[in-house]
């Protein structure tokens, strides 16, 4: 038999179940009456959602789906497991739930197989952007995506799970400068980050010097839900996100092409995304800059048309990578974690 021969007739392939997230994500941008856009990825708190049993932290799409959901749905907890996996631990889900779907890949049981790491040339390209076994190991064909409900701990009743301890937002705020603060000393065989220079009257990472310029916290009011030292805190996740992409970090090409209209939303999305993941590690929202509203349209068609979707999760993806970056170079995430601890 054909081992392609096993694949269920429900699975989604990589474009189908980006068009699917992309029309979730779109659903998801707001313009409140004062005017200020809201996109999907703010308004995040509570931390990044993770596995309830495992700890293992989801990655990329399915990051921005389940945070999308708990933001519509007031989850304030992070912790997450398919009906399945509550039911193994005596726990019930809530009469009248729904779970949230994910996308998550399914590989082939039979038929050509090899064996892999995250160094093998290619991996990264061929498991997409959607999923594939970050651990490494014995891999198999992927058949395509499955749609698979998950639900929060706050839908289900009867199981013992101790959701981590809720963090304020000045607390997650300083969590956060603490840890691009770590980032700028450096650590042993580590790439400092950005040193930080006061003054002027915006904020900007600038490339030549390796520096962000700033006002002072005590010059940013109050914006979007957040105080002025917590929007600062995202204002520096922002920049910082911007500086992983030098030459002397991770070399991101659209940092490359900055100079091109193109170039410059592609990094500005990379660096919106990013500092939301980097802030919403430590349970902080963020919130859409005055001076980034500009980007909107783009980014609207970005998930609207087809042919641009994969520039879209392109930018999810560097983001994420982006955000663990800052996280491993500050000492908060291990080396291992990257690779081992990921959904």
């Not at 989801?58 to 990051?63: D, E, G, Q, S």
């Not at 933001?71 to 889900?93: H, M, S, V, Y």
Request: glycine fraction near 12%.
């Amino acid at each position: 038999m054909d081992w392609r021969s096993e694949a269920p007739a429900d699975l989604v392939t990589e474009d189908e179940g980006m068009g699917l997230i992309a029309q979730e994500l779109l659903s998801g941008i707001e313009r409140g009456p004062d005017g200020q856009w809201r996109m999907p990825w703010h308004g995040i708190m509570g931390g990044l959602p993770e596995n309830a049993f495992t700890g293992r932290r989801f990655r990329k799409t399915n990051l921005l789906t389940l945070s999308l959901a708990a933001k519509r749905r007031g989850f304030r907890c992070p912790l997450w497991a398919p009906q399945g996996q509550w039911e193994d631990r005596r726990g019930n889900i809530r009469p009248g739930e729904e779970g949230t779907v994910i996308l998550v890949p399914v590989f082939a049981q039979d038929g050509p197989s090899e064996r892999w790491d995250a160094s093998t040339p290619g991996a990264r390209k061929r498991f997409g952007p959607l999923g594939g076994d970050a651990a490494g190991g014995e891999s198999r064909a992927m058949l395509g995506y499955k749609r698979e409900p998950w639900y929060n701990v706050s839908q289900v009743e009867g199981v013992d799970v101790r959701p981590p301890a809720p963090v304020t937002p000045s607390l997650a705020a300083e969590g956060l400068l603490a840890a691009l603060e770590a980032w700028r000393r450096g650590r042993p065989g580590g790439v400092r980050g950005p040193a930080i220079q006061y003054g002027g009257h915006q904020a900007y990472w600038t490339a030549s010097t390796d520096q962000i310029w700033s006002p002072r916290a005590e010059a940013y009011g109050d914006h979007d839900g957040l105080s002025g030292r917590e929007y600062f805190a995202t204002v520096m996740a922002h920049e910082g996100i911007h500086a992983t992409g030098s030459k002397g970090r991770l070399r991101r090409s659209s940092l490359a092409q900055y100079s091109s209209p193109q170039g410059r939303a592609r990094e500005e999305m990379v660096a919106e995304i990013g500092a939301c993941f980097l802030a919403g590690h430590f349970g902080l929202a963020t919130a859409l800059r005055p001076d980034h509203q500009i980007y909107i349209k783009g980014w609207m068609q970005q998930l609207s048309d087809r042919n641009q979707l994969k520039a879209f999760f392109w930018a999810v993806g560097q983001a994420e990578i982006a955000a663990n970056y800052v996280l491993r170079e500050a000492g908060v995430l291990r080396e291992a974690g990257l690779l081992n601890n990921l959904e």
